[in-house]
């Protein structure tokens, strides 16, 4: 899907940001989605204008006036060939129609036209639909696993939870996901009738999957102890498929990490 295909769809125009007040009502806005106060956002109105103004791509996707998306890249090491995706972000209220996609695929274009061959983010394994999104639909590849990558998070979405995280590395000019025939596996990963988390031995053969919640962020809310027993037993089963040279190729039909042997 084309960029133009892709903003279309969504019903919006993704472009850089251009003021200060563009800045704070993005500043506003992902303060809103990771449920965090409003003086305390992931990134700052400052550091936004800071970013644009040493050449960093800091898109918006707007349906009016207002940014209701964002994503934020910064380069790498001078001369490096790869963009950092720092954040993205859309409005709860916008959510599902395409707007991280148009976003995506501009951040993409915008990238490639400044020589960049990589784009790198983080995401939580936990999380089905950014697995989703990142493995299957834009064809990125988990590059690497990370216990706790980052330190304690204070945010609605994060606070009280290991921020393990899966590392992406998007390869721009021919996205394709690990390569997998569909092929079925043992479960590696479970759950029982009251939604727990089994684990069920080592990984072998050439395809394991392993079975992840639709909404990992709703049991945080409703059952924190749930949650943390699914952080944990994912962070087993991640920790030792990853050593025994397993990669996740994508998320099946029924909500299970394909992991296959690279």
């Known amino acids: 899907m084309t960029v133009e295909e892709a903003t279309r769809r969504a019903g919006v125009i993704v472009r850089e940001l251009r003021t200060v007040d563009e800045c704070v009502a993005a500043e506003k806005m992902l303060a809103d989605v990771w449920g965090a106060p409003r003086d305390a956002p992931p990134i700052p109105a400052d550091l936004l204008m800071s970013f644009l103004h040493s050449g960093g791509c800091v898109l918006g996707a707007f349906a009016g006036s207002l940014p209701i998306g964002l994503t934020v890249g ?76 980052y330190p304690p998070m204070r945010d609605l979405v994060n606070r009280d939870d290991h921020t393990d995280r899966l590392v992406a590395t998007w390869h721009l000019a021919e996205p394709a996901p690990l390569a997998w025939s569909g092929e079925a596996g043992p479960r590696v990963l479970d759950h029982d009738h009251d939604g727990d988390p089994v684990v069920a031995g080592e990984p072998t053969g050439p395809v394991v999957l392993a079975w992840i919640p639709p909404d990992i962020e709703a049991v945080r809310r409703s059952d924190p102890a749930k949650a943390k027993r699914w952080r944990l037993a994912s962070r087993e089963v991640l920790d030792r498929s990853w050593a025994a040279g397993y990669r996740p190729a994508g998320i099946t039909a029924d909500g299970c990490y394909a992991l296959v042997r690279a």
């Open 74 to 149: 910064l380069a790498g090491a001078p001369g490096s060939d790869s963009l950092y995706s720092l954040i993205a972000a859309v409005s709860a209220e916008y959510a599902g129609r395409g707007i991280g996609l148009a976003l995506k695929r501009t951040q993409r274009l915008w990238a490639l036209e400044r020589g960049a061959s990589t784009m790198v983010w983080t995401f939580d394994p936990l999380v089905r639909r950014n697995a989703h999104f990142n493995l299957n639909r834009l064809g990125a590849r988990a590059t690497d696993f990370r216990k706790d990558f």
